[in-house]
């Protein structure tokens, strides 16, 4: 008995010791002394080793200490599927349990069932994942509750949403988590009124249901009920507040963004990469740089990871916001550059004009291995447009497609019609228009207007013109740089013709632009005929006193012909 009690004991400093280790070094220290005391062949204490293997990633000393197990139970196997599958390894653990099935004393347990579905998930193996389906009904498992949630997932993950419903639908009894499962299989495969209705349905809702909820709207785009579930919610997480951040981000409104990642940050959340990623790009888009500037300053002072994705947006916000020289600082800093860090910093120095510095990026990036997308050619084209670089520009619009495969979109083509149009080659812009293999949208047809509007060409702007009545009937845009063309030239009769023509068609300035501007930390937007900001009645005070300085300098009538009445 005094025996029995001290080797319990020795148990229990090894369990001990198992669960403080922290590196493969002191594992295997732990291991030695177990191989003294003829412990490795011991089933408690291996499925506590194999556990711990896996916690600190020391798969290949776990594999082999299992192997020198005589008579492992479905314990240690359960453990070691366990650690095959958190580390990366499906297919052995799939054989692992295969080396099971030639065992007639040991049998699988649910657990056993659970780790491998996951395994089949992670091999993408639908096929695999469906024998184990049969293997867990075969074996009494079916109707086992981390079984079928399991299951669940799965299915959902291939697409196969009828059999994961299936699954749920025929659970004995289901657990929070169950129900959790099967919300977000509907959320993520875009059935938010099946995914509502069993979100309406559940007993109790937790945390991660919601956000379940909130992102399916999200990913549709449906910002409002987004927001409607998140005020909901009484009880909220970081995956709730950056689920928000990155939906009011990926649908351009970018100052909800911002303000809801203050809250945030008021309400004592820390922010992960993620958040700060999503928050930072709203600043990019709002020429928020003193609010970029200091959440930049937080992730410093955190100490956060500027890896890829923070340091991509960190290049893109700065150029944005027009401080090029801390862009470049960025990203020269960056220890890891992927793709989306040279397609900010590409695009940056073309938003800058700085055209040969661009596209010398260009060239480093193709140096390093980086292999461009369409997005780094759209930034390759702009930076052309914008030097008046014509042959170069056309140089790499064909590259595009003999060097490196990428067909060519209509931003792309939109690229270089802007830029023949610019350096006044109107007619082979309108062929170019004439011959594309995707179908011209506005954008295109509006720089060839712009082309012409720069260059006085009446005649090809009239078929651009024609081109955007049929697209965009209702913009009145193109009407008015058509009618500054024509009275340019003093035909008058045509302004009147085209002026009549918005008349009876009610094409108006239905929607006006809108701008926004950063003043101590707050951001400040405003439309044309805007009169609901605070401080209008100066605003406009200051308007009259700048028009009466153009007319006293003469400008006058530049102005009238740029913006007619």
Not at 317 to 342: H, I, P, Q, T
Not at 549 to 563: A, N, P, V
Request: with cysteine; proline share 2%; glycine share 6%.
């Amino acid at each position: 008995m005094i025996r029995q009690h001290r080797i319990s004991i020795w148990k229990q400093a090894v369990v001990d010791r198992l669960r403080r280790c922290a590196s493969g070094n002191e594992l295997e220290s732990i291991y030695a002394s177990m191989i003294k005391r003829n412990a490795d062949k011991d089933c408690f204490l291996m499925n506590q080793f194999i556990s711990t293997s896996s916690n600190v990633h020391h798969t290949a000393f776990a594999v082999s200490a299992f192997a020198r197990v005589e008579n492992p139970n479905a314990f240690v196997y359960n453990a070691m599927i366990r650690c095959l599958v958190h580390c990366c390894l499906p297919i052995l653990a799939l054989e692992c349990y295969k080396s099971l099935l030639l065992r007639d004393d040991v049998h699988p347990t649910s657990y056993t069932f659970s780790s491998l579905v996951k395994a089949c998930g992670a091999a993408r193996g639908l096929g695999l994942g469906e024998s184990v389906h049969g293997h867990a009904w075969r074996n009494g498992f079916d109707s086992h509750v981390f079984v079928q949630t399991a299951l669940i997932d799965l299915y959902a993950n291939f697409g196969k949403i009828a059999e994961s419903r299936k699954v749920f639908d025929e659970m004995p009894e289901r657990d929070a988590f169950a129900w959790t499962m099967m919300v977000l299989a509907h959320a993520r495969s875009s059935d938010m009124s099946a995914a509502r209705a069993l979100f309406e349905e559940m007993p109790e809702r937790n945390v991660a249901t919601w956000n379940a909820m909130i992102d399916g709207y999200a990913r549709l785009g449906d910002v409002e009920l987004a927001k409607s579930l998140f005020e909901q919610m009484t009880a909220r997480d970081i995956i709730s507040w950056t689920t928000m951040i990155t939906c009011y981000s990926q649908n351009r409104r970018f100052r909800e963004a911002l303000t809801t990642f203050q809250e945030m940050t008021a309400h004592g959340i820390t922010p992960d990469e993620v958040s700060i990623a999503a928050v930072i790009s709203a600043c990019a888009h709002l020429g928020a740089l003193d609010a970029g500037k200091e959440i930049h300053h937080y992730a410093k002072e955190n100490r956060f990871c500027i890896d890829v994705y923070i340091g991509s947006a960190l290049v893109d916000m700065y150029a944005k916001c027009g401080n090029l020289d801390s862009s470049l600082v960025v990203f020269y800093k960056l220890r890891e550059k992927n793709l989306f860090c040279w397609n900010s910093v590409i695009e940056g120095l073309a938003m800058h004009g700085r055209a040969e510095k661009a596209l010398q990026m260009f060239k480093m990036m193709g140096k390093e291995k980086i292999k461009p997308n369409g997005v780094t050619f759209v930034s390759v084209l702009t930076a052309c447009t914008h030097a008046g670089l014509v042959d170069e520009g056309q140089q790499w619009f064909r590259s595009m497609t003999e060097d490196y495969t990428i067909t060519p979109g209509v931003e792309h083509y939109g690229c270089i019609v802007d830029l023949l149009s610019k350096a006044g080659l109107l007619e082979d812009a309108l062929e170019l228009i004439q011959n594309m293999e995707v179908e011209p949208n506005s954008v295109i047809w509006g720089a060839l207007l712009g082309g012409c509007k720069l260059h006085r060409n009446l005649e090809i702007a009239q078929v651009a013109a024609n081109a955007l009545k049929v697209l965009e009937p209702e913009n009145s845009g193109y009407h008015a740089l058509l009618v500054n063309m024509y009275a340019e030239v003093s035909r008058w009769g045509e302004v009147a013709k085209i002026r009549a023509s918005m008349k009876e068609q009610r094409v108006d300035k239905g929607c006006p632009g809108a701008s926004s501007i950063e003043m101590e930390g707050k951001i400040h937007q405003f439309a044309a005929s805007d009169k609901d900001h605070p401080n209008s009645s100066e605003i406009y005070l200051r308007l009259d006193e700048l028009d009466g300085q153009l007319k006293l300098s003469g400008s006058r009538e530049e102005i009238q012909h740029l913006f007619p009445v």
